[in-house]
């Protein structure tokens, strides 16, 4: 048998290591496009993202939109005026490269790692993306249907309900609460549909590009102002409305007959990151739910065994920000691990975190900060989102001090506004005939079954 770990001889743990601000070099082309440039040698790699906003211009097109950008980031990559599908590809491996394009209700965003000597390259393959695709019939009407029947597949999924069912019921009116298109619309697209899109929407005026890695500033924007100089268009890319959290006092619960699990959601609105109140809410969430030794994990995980991985997160969206709570559990528990859920938030509005609980939250919290941002992908991702948000880069540094400096009486006033139970929306997908009876014992509970509106 091995000896017992002596607890004793582990050291203690130091004080988190000060987040460096990086070093960028920032310019804004004559199209509008605002280029970051950061310099990180010592791995001889260079990270690119490309932000565009690209938002529905209004509610009645929101699902209509949604649908059209999310085969165009699929089929953008189809062909250029110049090159086709395989074409492209070629030119992007040859420098280490593979472009990867993706949409969500705020952007659409181009992102690929590439070898140092393959900027200019590879900014000649993103400027033939943004100036010529060309959507070719065919290849729009295999990634239109391969998409739609993602999305079918995905709607089957009872996270995926219980996420879309608390959009539409915080963002009724805003196109958040759209999220996903119906498979109908996507399968209605046509090439046509893309390109005036693109070309309407495409736009280099307030979309940013952000390159970090082994490379020089200067020449690093030359290259990009040389190789994105056709780029052009009229208007500035659209970005989100800001977007009010409504609150409905009243649990929804969606029905999902048969089902072995209940999907528990609650949400509500969070500071921004321009927000002083963003740092003492981040710890009140992570102390929360947020990670293994959190108050959630260890009542309704450990104690209780209702469920395997609960969760608490603040999420940033560019009109709006959001504390988050999910735990999916077994339907016979429904009601008792909601109770305990609401229970537990009740306890951080109303009680104050302990000293130790904080300060494990806080190590966490800037140890994951420094772990995002210790690969030139990390950082290059976390600057496009910070940047594309209107912030600078410095920030990274200013947020951790600001959670340096949250003391426990902040987090527990921050957690009355935030956390209270009353403060938040709630819905449960699950199975009624099992779990209405145990929600209807904890208040008011409106039932939605298939077909309802």
Partial sequence: MSAALDLSLIPPLGEPRPQPVPAAAETTLANGLRVVVVPRPGVPLIELRLRVPFAASSVGSAEGHTAAASVLSGAVLLGTASHDQTGIAQLLQGHGAEMSVSSDSDRLLFGTTLLPGGLRPVLGVLAELLTSATYPADGVEGERDRLAERISIALSQPSVLAR????????AGHPYAIS????????????????RLHVDRVLPAGSTLVLVGDLDPAAATDAVAEA???????????????ATSLHAPVLELVDRPGAVQSNIRLGGPAPTRTDPDLAAVRLAAMVFGG???????????E????????????EHQAGAASFLVEAD???EVT????????YELGRMALTPVTEAELDAARRYVLGSMALSTATHAGLASTLSALVGAGLPVGWLAEHQQALAAVTVDQVQEVSRRHLAPGALTAVVVGDAEVAEA???????LTVRRDGDA
């Fill in 164 to 171: 879309a069912a608390l959009s539409a019921r915080r963002y």
């Fill in 180 to 195: 996903l298109p119906d498979p109908a619309l996507v399968a209605a697209i046509t090439d046509e549909d893309l390109r």
């Fill in 228 to 242: 994105l100089t056709g780029w052009t268009g009229s208007g500035t890319a659209e970005e989100s409305a800001p």
């Fill in 291 to 301: 990670y293994f030794s959190s108050r959630l994990v260890e009542n309704i995980r």
């Fill in 303 to 314: 104690r209780r065994g209702y469920s395997y991985s609960p969760r608490s997160s603040v």
């Fill in 329 to 331: 559990v077994a339907t």
């Fill in 335 to 342: 009601g008792p691990a909601l109770m305990e859920t609401v």
């Fill in 438 to 444: 145990q929600l209807a014992a904890l208040g008011p």
